[in-house]
């Protein structure tokens, strides 16, 4: 079946270019420079950071007391470089504790690689015990040092994660710790990976906080935007969540099935069956309530966005 040009040209116009999605409020249509973080100030690009005035408080205030896990381990280490290697050795070995004496190491003299590895490995509890309050730290230590780095490169990635994982953190609190839940901090961690950084994971989490209105006044047309921003990097999650948007429609999202149809059959194609069920259900459920004409435009229209996001992709 021959899809219609109108259906074509809606599929890389709906909701705005890819510009527009940046936009926060009506202007001149250049990126709105990202929200300040409470209690530190985030440089914006190309911009010389000022040193922090005597008692400013940072993202994350730890307790009174330095703090054991960031103290320097008693390893015979001279540099960053040694550290580093013993750590790859330990690990390779099923020297746990090795490792990790070697990435505190590492961490305490500013390495990103290290300190972000150590908040995942607390996060999750690989090779020490779970600690989100630890890994929390270790994030906030991350964005609080290095929030002006480069988006795009090795840092930046790094970094651009840290920021997400602290909105994500801010969403719940941890409980038992002086870290609570708090909305308002949690928008303005995203909102900063989001537009500095572009990071799709924060815009998907931004996204959703305007989908519940929770940090920020619910918005579900500046959500659909956050959300297509991310869909069109890749994101399952955020395709699945725009094709559904797309499908229902309504409060300024205007409505199109078959683009609809389209995102959550990519969402499909990028999704962790082990994970990610709920995309998978979705999915069915969609495709079972379409009529034979849209599902076959959806699939095709599917096809031709994955070459064309590909092309775009290997020119970057």
Known sequence: MRISDTILAAAFVILGSHQAAWAQAA??????????IPGVAL????????????GARVIAPAPQGP??????????FTNTRDAIRAWMRDSTAGNHRGAVR???YA????????????????AGGEGV???????FEYFSKIADENADVIPGTADG???????????????????????????ERAFDMFHYAATYFGEPEGQYNLARLYLKGEGAVRDPRQAARWMKLAAEK????ARAVFGDMLIRGGEGVPRHPVIGLMWLSLAREGADPARDGWILERYDAAFAAASPADRTAALALAERQSATLGRTAASR
Do not use: C, W
Not at 67 to 76: E, F, K, T
Not at 129 to 135: E, G, V
Not at 160 to 181: C, E, M, N, Q
């Open 27 to 36: 202007g001149d249509g250049r990126p709105v420079p990202p929200l300040p």
């Open 43 to 54: 440089p914006e690009p190309d911009v010389e950071v000022a040193a922090p005035a005597p």
């Open 67 to 76: 703090a054991a896990h960031m103290a320097l381990p008693l390893a015979p």
């Open 102 to 104: 070697a990435l505190e």
């Open 107 to 122: 961490a305490a003299q500013g390495n990103l690689t290290a300190q972000f590895k150590l908040a995942k490995m607390y």
């Open 129 to 135: 015990p779970a600690s989100d309050l630890k890994a």
């Open 157 to 183: 990635r790094i970094v651009g994660s840290a920021f997400v994982a602290l909105g994500s953190y801010f969403v719940d609190g941890i409980k038992g710790t002086y870290v609570r839940p708090n909305p």
């Open 234 to 237: 890749g994101h399952a999650p």
